[in-house]
């Protein structure tokens, strides 16, 4: 019944897709439209991760959560988007649905914020939809503060403001 952690292999690349596109709808689907969250497909979303990792490996880190042998969340972090060399940037904590509240989320922060340290990075950064005041919530809890950076994306064809979160070390 415990959540246990571990680095991602190939082989979890389209299970983490699938459950990325399942985190999506349940987490935006109050604020976005269906046919935004409609695509990617969670094989899309495989292929994508599978792509994505190919040339990312050598300086990102992806950890995946289990819990009874099932992937039921997974983290992203790597260098600052920014290319601010002491920053860090969470890129992703995804769940599946039904392991929201459940501490597995927490567990995945504590995690990549201890993997940052370890890079010797002396802060972390991530974009969160504004929209999405649980992750908001979420982050704030963990020490995270909005630093008042805006910028925009796309989710299928809805245009989306993320907002710029920070924390020390």
Do not use: C, K
């Not at 439209?33 to 994508?48: I, K, N, S, V």
């Not at 880190?61 to 969340?73: F, K, N, P, S, Y």
């Not at 969470?90 to 509240?101: C, F, K, S, T, V």
């Amino acid at each position: 019944m415990t959540v246990s952690l571990r680095p991602a292999t190939d082989a979890d690349l389209m299970p983490v897709g699938a459950l990325h596109q399942a985190s999506r709808v349940a987490a935006y689907s109050s604020f976005l439209p269906a046919d935004a969250l409609a695509a990617p497909t969670p094989e899309e979303m495989g292929r994508y991760w599978a792509e994505r990792w190919t040339w990312e490996r050598t300086d990102h880190r992806m950890t995946v959560a289990e819990r009874d042998g099932a992937l039921v969340g997974f983290s992203y972090l790597g260098p600052d988007d920014a290319d601010d060399p002491a920053t860090g940037l969470l890129n992703a904590i995804h769940l599946a649905p039904e392991e929201r509240g459940r501490g597995t989320g927490r567990t995945l922060m504590i995690d990549a914020l201890d993997a940052m340290r370890a890079r010797g990075w002396s802060r972390a950064a991530l974009w969160v939809l504004r929209d999405n005041t649980a992750a908001r919530r979420f982050y704030e809890r963990g020490g995270w503060t909005a630093t008042g950076e805006e910028r925009r994306d796309r989710i299928g064809l809805a245009v989306v403001a993320q907002l710029r979160y920070a924390r020390h070390l």
